[in-house]
């Protein structure tokens, strides 16, 4: 018996050492289901002969009849066992804003708004590779700007018009429910004859013809993996994910009013004061990379519609923090964010990062420096505050949610070019920055050399009285930029009153400083309740060239959260602020200047002074409403007119 059991162990120990005749698992990616998802990309091709089309800006590339495209996309597909796959899309593209340095006078311009196809798919799928052709039908929205002699546009009519597309790309399944593809289309719109006659103006044909490139994103609900000789139960998705990059969202609604006020004269920035309904509404992803270690790259493109109340004039504290000086009727698209990110770590503690909007989860040094080189926003890494930064969340006035007499570059939409170098440590961190400004005021064209430049230095300290959380950051800012000089202006139109100030103003500008500083402090009082505060000041000589017109501001207020009431997702904020002016800023108002959002004509001045409260109503996780009233007096520093009661709703989701 001994002798069988030792003979059959060895049979066993040598069968152990045969290779297993069973079938090796093999996985087979299946493309079927439904997915949505988003593009960028960059097109060109012409509107027609005499339609005098307009550039639309393309960033790096040159500017074109379309420029940096975006938009979204839908649809469905289904895969074969031949691997045919066969399927149908809707999408819809927007284009960027205009390039107005590069536009031609003529009596009209033409421009396209969008394109929108709905189109069948054809492929054959190699596994995560899917290539295809695609074609069907197309449709979009033209306009004309017709100018008046100065230029300016007083009249857009426009149409549909409607036509067939064709094209190909190549779709790659990356990780996950994420797939990634290339996809060139062609889009004709036929022709549309335009009467101008009205217009004394001869009739001009439209007839977009263009070509895309596409680079898109799309999540796919059901991707799923065959794996061969299993059973379906045991079926699970495609592909494991991946923490080398992240994909979020956000997309804000925010539609104001406000009744009647007094308002015995207005000028050109004023509010008007019948009373006035507008909306904004932004789309926004965001896309994170991870390069090598320590190495991110991020890139935010942003479709933004509306106008903020009177054209997002009229208020040196604006009411809607979402209101944009590029304000569009028709959405436009940008690449608001594109910049690299580099970490050191010095090494000793290390913290969580969560994963988030322009953020990749994983670890990092507390002690560390940090380089970001890119366009961003001067905001997104300057004069945070836990309880009053961003109007998609908490306060919209523009007084609240930034040191409002900081004129932080950047462009019409509130971006700049720059770098910004940190270090951090536990209890503190000193960072600072460079920037490309704005080469006039209120210019979209941003610059950076020896006579136009934008800095700042910023020190963050950190303190726990009482147990409870508190920072105090202090800002130091200079910014050199083509402006003009208050009381210069001034003493020239003293010396010939038959001289416009403003035009005066325009042809003295030149490279000038801006200096000042801002104090900006959060604190928990207990858990779910926090206090803020900020002043700011600039010296208030030269124009303002890049925010708003402010010179001195000091604010404030109070964030509660829900806990207390059983709603511990919702916030409720109260606050104030109010705004000054020098006396030369206020003397170039009061003479008829104009300013970047203000301007009546004349001034009865007093400080601006702003109240507002909010409720953020939390619908479920990702999705809130809001409610906001703000009271305004002295709108835009003259106690001649107002105040005013703006009030607010905003939805906004994240994803």
Avoid: C
């Amino acid at each position: 018996m001994l002798g069988l059991g030792t003979l059959a162990l060895a049979n066993s120990a040598n069968a152990a050492d045969l290779p297993l005749k069973a079938p090796a698992l093999q996985t087979v990616y299946n493309w079927t289901g439904f997915y949505i998802g988003g593009h960028v990309g960059y097109g060109g091709g012409s509107l027609g002969p005499g339609t005098n089309a307009v550039p639309g800006e393309g960033v790096f590339l040159p500017p074109s009849v379309t420029g940096f495209i975006g938009g979204y996309q839908a649809g469905y597909v289904r895969q074969f066992s031949n691997h045919v796959v066969l399927g149908i899309e809707a999408d819809a593209s927007f284009e960027s804003p205009l390039d107005a340095v590069r536009q031609a006078p003529a009596p009209f311009n033409a421009t396209v708004d969008y394109f929108s196809t709905v189109r069948g798919r054809v492929g054959y799928a190699f596994d995560r590779w899917l290539p295809y052709l695609t074609g069907g039908f197309a449709w979009g929205h033209s306009h004309l700007n017709i100018n008046d002699s100065a230029g300016s546009i007083f009249a857009t009519p426009g149409q549909i018009q409607t036509g067939w597309t064709a094209g190909a790309g190549v779709e790659f399944a990356v990780s996950g429910n994420w797939s990634a593809r290339l996809e060139y289309d062609y889009v004709d719109l036929g022709r549309r004859m335009v009467d101008l006659s009205s217009y004394g103006l001869p009739n001009v044909s439209v007839e977009p013809n263009v070509n895309l490139v596409k680079l898109g994103l799309n999540y796919r609900f059901d991707d799923i993996a065959l794996g061969i000789n299993q059973p379906a139960a045991n079926i699970k998705t495609a592909l494991p994910e991946s923490d080398a990059w992240n994909v979020h969202a956000q997309t804000t609604f925010l539609p104001s009013v406000y009744p009647a006020f007094r308002s015995p004269y207005a000028g050109a920035n004023s509010l008007p004061g019948g009373g006035l309904a507008q909306e904004t509404w932004t789309t926004t992803a965001f896309l994170g990379v991870r390069l090598w270690q320590g190495g991110e790259f991020y890139f935010d493109p942003e479709m933004a519609q509306g106008f903020g109340i009177g054209g997002t004039l009229g208020l040196a504290g604006f009411s809607n923090g979402e209101a944009q000086k590029a304000g569009a009727a028709e959405p436009k698209i940008r690449p608001q964010r594109y910049y690299l990110k580099q970490t050191f770590g010095l090494g000793g503690e290390q913290e969580d990062v969560a994963d988030g909007a322009n953020q990749l989860a994983g670890k990092r040094d507390i002690d560390r420096v940090t380089l970001i080189v890119g366009r961003f926003a001067v905001g997104d890494f300057f004069d945070n505050n836990a309880y009053a930064h961003d109007p998609r969340a908490d306060f919209m006035n523009w007084a609240m949610w930034s040191s409002a007499a900081y004129d932080f570059p950047a462009d019409l939409p509130g971006y700049t070019r720059g770098a910004v170098v940190e270090l951090n440590r536990k209890d503190w961190a000193v960072r600072a920055g460079v920037f490309e400004v704005p080469n006039a005021p209120n210019s979209d064209v941003l610059v950076l050399n020896g006579n136009n430049y934008g800095t700042v230095a910023e020190l963050e300290e950190r303190y726990s009285p009482f147990d409870q959380p508190g920072k105090l950051r202090l800002g130091i800012f200079a910014n050199r930029g083509d402006t003009g000089n208050y009381n210069q202006s001034l003493s020239i139109e003293n010396a010939d009153p038959s001289l416009d100030i403003n035009t005066v103003m325009a042809s003295i500008r030149q490279p000038n400083l801006k200096y000042g500083f801002y104090l900006n402090a959060e604190q928990q009082i207990v858990k779910d309740v926090g206090l803020f505060a900020r002043a700011s000041w600039n010296d208030g000589q030269n124009e303002i060239l890049s925010f708003t017109d402010i010179d001195r501001s000091v604010s404030g207020g109070l964030s509660i959260k829900g806990s207390f009431w059983g709603r511990a997702s919702d916030t409720i904020g109260i606050g104030g602020a109010v705004n000054g002016l020098s006396q030369a800023h206020r003397d170039f108002l009061a003479a008829g200047g104009l300013g970047l959002l203000i301007g009546d004509g004349q001034l009865n001045y007093r400080p601006e002074q702003i109240f507002e409260t909010y409720y953020a109503y939390a619908v479920r996780e990702g999705f809130t409403v809001t409610g906001d009233y703000q009271l305004i007096t002295n709108p835009a520093y003259n106690a001649d007119r107002g105040p005013v009661s703006v009030f607010s709703a905003r939805l906004h989701g994240e994803f």
